[in-house]
């Protein structure tokens, strides 16, 4: 199993950016797929999480300004920010969990960067 995440970077406050997730080595549409992030000093955090069946979910900093979502054809998970916030900072990772198994699969990881 393989997570490729993209798209991070610097963007000012107001602004917004568009992360990427490129799974490959499971049935994509069969999993649910989870964004975490992890600000320096912090401990990583759940940001959104999309079932296979395409609900969502939400940590409350989030709501209302980012969004997920996901295309079974690319294999893809999405995650839209945007009106990001210096305190949304951090390390973004994509993550699944083998439902047979419970291991936890993760990505390496993209840096977003929100100045004041």
């Known amino acids: 199993v393989q997570l490729v995440e993209s798209g991070g970077g610097l963007v000012q406050a107001g602004g917004s950016l568009r992360l990427s997730c490129a799974a490959s080595g499971i049935i994509f549409r069969l999993y649910a797929m989870t964004w975490y992030r992890q600000a320096p000093g912090k401990q990583r955090e759940l940001v959104a999480v999309?079932?296979?069946?395409?609900?969502?979910n939400y940590a409350d900093s989030v709501k209302g300004r980012f969004t997920i979502s996901r295309d079974n054809a690319e294999n893809t998970v999405y995650l839209q920010m945007n009106s990001l916030k210096p305190e949304d900072t951090g390390d973004y990772y994509c993550?699944?969990?083998?439902?047979?198994?419970?291991?936890?699969?993760w990505g390496q990881g993209t840096q977003v960067t929100v100045s004041s």
């Open positions: 999309i079932t296979s069946g395409g609900s969502t």
């Open positions: 993550n699944t969990r083998d439902w047979r198994t419970s291991r936890d699969y």
